[in-house]
């Protein structure tokens, strides 16, 4: 029994949104989805199509619950990363003429949240030289740092998703980490300690929690 009413929650929604296909098909008990199908036009002529990818979700699948317990006994988090790329000299002066840059976006946003960026970026374990040229904009900040800052500031999925647009990012629900942080951030879930079940639930690491947590 899970010790979290929410992670049953959390479960289906995993189900319904991951998308590694090539992960979920090597399953011990996954059934195949017929992927091609047939219609009948009006005029009487048949024409044959091929089914969304989707169709090939854990979510449809009878036995969703086993062949998710198998998947999280399978799942190692390969996503993290020190490295915060720098702009060029262009990408500096475009920035700096542009409303959409990151560090504009980023203090708009922090702003619908009673916060400034540098209150924000001090919720996170990242170093003062850092925080510096991401505020200078000389930086662009990784996903698991927008990852981070979403769930330590509770900032909304359409918020969370312009900072991502702004530095070239996407949510990328192939991957355990974004489907796990977006049921998060859509659930509005703020509470330390269950948000820290979630991610375990998921093995997800690398994001930038001051002292470990949230």
Excluded: W
Aim: glycine letters at 6%.
């Amino acid at each position: 029994m899970e010790k979290y009413a929410f992670i049953s929650d959390l479960n289906d929604y995993f189900c319904e949104k991951y998308a590694n296909y090539d992960k979920i098909c090597i399953l011990k008990g996954y059934v195949m989805p017929k992927m091609q199908t047939t219609e009948r036009r009006p005029d009487g002529t048949d024409y044959s199509y091929t089914l969304p990818p989707e169709t090939m979700r854990l979510s449809l699948q009878k036995n969703k619950a086993e062949l998710l317990s198998e998947l999280k006994e399978r799942i190692t988090d390969y996503t993290f990363s020190f490295s915060f790329r720098p702009l060029s000299f262009f990408e500096k002066l475009r920035n700096n003429r542009s409303k959409y840059s990151f560090r504009k976006t980023f203090s708009a946003v922090c702003a619908r949240y009673s916060l400034t960026a540098e209150e924000a970026l001090s919720r996170t374990d990242i170093g003062d030289k850092t925080k510096k040229r991401l505020l200078g904009g000389a930086y662009y900040p990784t996903k698991n740092l927008l990852f981070t800052l979403a769930l330590v500031c509770g900032f909304s999925m359409q918020d969370t998703e312009a900072l991502l647009t702004v530095c070239g990012l996407s949510f990328d629900y192939a991957l355990v980490k974004d489907v796990t942080v977006s049921y998060l951030i859509v659930n509005r879930v703020h509470n330390e300690e269950m948000a820290r079940a979630a991610l375990e639930e998921f093995k997800v690491d690398g994001l930038f929690f001051r002292g470990g947590g949230l």
